[in-house]
C-alpha cells in the first residue's frame, strides 16, 4: 500500500468534505439522544406509574417500535412526513424509535429502585413528583448509565442508515469520496480498504472516548440530597 493512496484520499479538500458529513452525524446524534431520552422517560413514567389510558398508550408505542425495523421508520418518515428536509425527518424517524428502546431502559430502571423509598419521601414531606424528581431518578439514570451508554454508541451507528436517503452524513460523504477521487485518479483496492478502515476508525474513536467520559462520571457521581417541602 503506497503513500499515493493516503495522498490521494486524504486531500485538503476531502478531509473538509467528509468533516461536513462528521459535522452533520455529530448534529443529528445529539439531537436524536436528548430527544430520546426526554420522550423516553416520559413514556416509562406513563408506563410504570399511569396504568389506565396514558400507560396503556405508552405500552402500545413502545411495543410498536421495539417489534419493528428502524430503517422501516426512517423510511416512512422520509418519505411520507409532509414538513421539513430529508435530514429532519429522518431525525424524527429515529428519535421514534430509539425513544421506545430507551424507554425499556429507563423503565427497568425505575423497577429496581425500592419501593419503600417512595414511603420513605412521604414521611419527609415529599408530593409524588418531588420524590421522582430529587429521589427516584437520579437514582435511576446512575443505574442505567451502561444500558444508556450502549443505546447512544448504538444511535451513533445508527446515523449511517442516512446515507440510504442521500443524506450528507459522514458515512455517505465518506462514501461520496469515491467519486471524487475517481474524476482524476484510478481507484484501486488499496483506496477502498484505506477509505473504510477510516470510516471504522472514526466511529470507534467517537464511541470509545465516550463511553470512556461517561464511565468516569458514573464512577464520581455523588449522592441524591433530599429536600422536603417547604
Keep these: 500500500m503506497s503513500v499515493q493512496v493516503f495522498a490521494d484520499i486524504f486531500r485538503p479538500a476531502n478531509v473538509r468534505y467528509i468533516l461536513t458529513g462528521l459535522r452533520t452525524t455529530i448534529f443529528v446524534s445529539v439531537a436524536t439522544v436528548l430527544l430520546s431520552i426526554a420522550l423516553g422517560s416520559v413514556l416509562a413514567l406513563c408506563r410504570n406509574y399511569e396504568k389506565r389510558v396514558l400507560g396503556r398508550i405508552a405500552s402500545v408505542y413502545i411495543e410498536i417500535f421495539r417489534s419493528t425495523p ?48 417512595f414511603e420513605a419521601a412521604r414521611s419527609q414531606g415529599f408530593n409524588f413528583i418531588q420524590t421522582l424528581a430529587y429521589i427516584v431518578l437520579p437514582q435511576c439514570f446512575r443505574r442505567i448509565v451502561p444500558s444508556l451508554m450502549s443505546q447512544v454508541i448504538t444511535t451513533i451507528k445508527d446515523t449511517s442508515f442516512f446515507a440510504q436517503f442521500a443524506i450528507a452524513e459522514f458515512f455517505f460523504n465518506s462514501k461520496q469520496l469515491m467519486g471524487i477521487i475517481s474524476k482524476d485518479t484510478v481507484i484501486s483496492s488499496a483506496h477502498i480498504f484505506v477509505l473504510y478502515c477510516f470510516i471504522a476508525l472514526v ?16 464512577k464520581t457521581g455523588g449522592g441524591i440530597e433530599l429536600r422536603p417541602e417547604q
Design 70 to 117: 428502524l430503517l422501516l421508520w426512517i423510511l416512512i418518515s422520509v418519505f411520507m412526513l409532509p414538513f421539513g428536509n430529508y435530514l429532519i425527518r429522518g431525525c424524527l424517524g429515529l428519535t421514534l424509535y430509539t425513544s421506545s428502546v430507551i424507554a425499556e431502559i429507563v423503565r427497568g430502571g425505575l423497577n429496581s429502585i425500592d419501593k419503600g423509598q
Design 203 to 218: 466511529y470507534f474513536i467517537i464511541n470509545f472516548a465516550l463511553s470512556c467520559i461517561v464511565r468516569a462520571l458514573a
